[in-house]
């Protein structure tokens, strides 16, 4: 699988979980000890990931597209992304995203993800 499948497999399944406002199945996308950053303080496990998405308003929707990606070692894949965020109650917010993903077993989680807002 390429770099840009890997990361769109891991992303398709967030994004799912995003639509869908499930905040747990979100967060069990993120590796145990993830380093999460969204627009608010930053936390680090699946607790943090979780209670971060819990807070999102209903009707939240995620749309990507993949700019780059870098495989760092086997086992790490890097993804720079734009997503637009979709609210039913106020303009979309775009945003950039790195993520570093991490083979864990037989599947990819999300072991590191940093939003910025850049105008």
Known sequence: ???AQ???TVLDRWKSAVDAHEPDRVASYFTEDAIFQGLHPYAVGRAGVAAYYAAQPLGLTA???IRETRRLADDLV???LEVEFGFTDRPALTVHLGVLLRRMDDDWLIAHYQVSRLN
Do not use: H, K, T, V
């Open 1 to 3: 699988m390429s770099d």
């Open 6 to 8: 890997i990361l769109r």
């Open 63 to 65: 749309a990507y597209e």
């Open 78 to 80: 890097l993804g720079y």
